[in-house]
């Protein structure tokens, strides 16, 4: 693997770090989904540093940060834009959304009208929108982070799953440790870590990084397994519907990126493995009653891995 290529990544993740103390898992996925060219669900209570690592990564990259904060009188034309009327040159003018950016900061996703949710879906399946019957190409690289509370659902509007299937990785924050903590106090005692970083990689690189992730390769072993998996999460007897094909094409490119990201040219079963949790379990419907015995997405995402059988070999 090319080593200026490594250290570039590298330098993408330090950069972040110096403003989210102890989450290095966490912004290698994040920088996963966004060579994958997807997009990720940030679910976690308020104050753990969501909005902070999504401004930290567009720093990074030198981007504008849009930000659209969802409420639930927001408009899909709040966000996609819309089109006036112009007297002077007698025609209508596309006036952009904050949809319109590179990288893209859904806040609360969850406190809008299933509407306005919808009018994500075009944008982060297709990298387009359409308004009045007409469709315009977003800016590449484009990527959506959105974040959501998950213990206060006064307000709040479930995400369906048509929604949840449109985001690649699905992930928390978590607190720090204690330690973690006391260094982020003595990091935020004179200074904002965050006005002192900047970019570390262009655009330009970036976008030739997205590239580099569709040449590593992905043997028909570690097809077979992911598809196993995928399929064996169908038959669950704990699962209502299980996971889609999208499902299986959002954990290869994943896995290539995460390949990528960790100098491999190829992706191995390990890979499959880290990834499974976060590109899946989002993806399950678990029976309700199945919910009684304390069975979430996680869990059974680890049960199906536990069950499968690992392919010896997954590589060229």
């Known amino acids: 693997m090319n080593e200026p290529l490594l250290s570039s990544i590298e330098q993408v993740v330090r950069n972040v770090e110096r403003v989210i103390v102890g989450k290095r898992q966490v912004i290698v996925l994040s920088l996963t989904a966004l060579l994958a060219k997807g997009h990720v669900l940030l679910e976690d209570v308020p104050g753990v540093g969501k909005t902070m690592l999504v401004r930290a990564l567009a720093k990074s990259f030198s981007t504008e940060l849009k930000r659209i904060q969802f409420t639930p009188d927001l408009l899909p034309s709040d966000v996609i834009g819309i089109s006036v009327y112009n007297p002077k040159e007698q025609q209508f003018e596309y006036k952009p959304g904050p949809i319109v950016g590179h990288i893209v900061l859904a806040d609360e996703i969850n406190r809008t009208s299933p509407k306005t949710q919808s009018a994500l879906l075009e944008a982060m399946e297709e990298g387009s929108v359409t308004v009045d019957g007409v469709t315009r190409q977003l800016p590449q690289p484009f990527f959506v982070m959105a974040t959501q509370n998950p213990i206060e659902y006064e307000g709040t509007y479930p995400l369906p799953e048509a929604q949840l299937d449109r985001f690649l990785l699905k992930l928390q924050m978590g607190y720090p440790s204690h330690d973690e903590e006391i260094e982020m106090l003595n990091r935020l005692e004179k200074t904002a870590p965050l006005s002192e ?14 590239r580099k992730v569709t040449d590593v390769h992905v043997s028909d072993t570690v097809k077979g397994y992911i598809v196993e998996l995928v399929q064996q999460s169908r038959t669950h007897e704990a699962v209502y519907l299980g996971v889609s094909p999208r499902g299986s094409v959002a954990l290869m490119k994943a896995a290539q990126a995460y390949a990528l990201i960790h100098g491999r040219d190829f ?33 059974i995402v680890a049960q199906l891995i536990a069950r499968t059988p690992v392919p010896v070999r997954g590589r060229r």
Do not use: F
């Open 267 to 299: 992706v191995i079963p390990d890979d499959v493995q880290q990834l499974a949790p976060y590109v899946l379990a989002h993806r399950l419907l678990v029976r309700p009653e199945a919910k009684w015995d304390k069975l979430d997405g996680e869990t």
């Open 197 to 210: 970083i900047g970019p570390v990689m262009s655009l330009e690189e970036l976008l030739a990084l997205q």
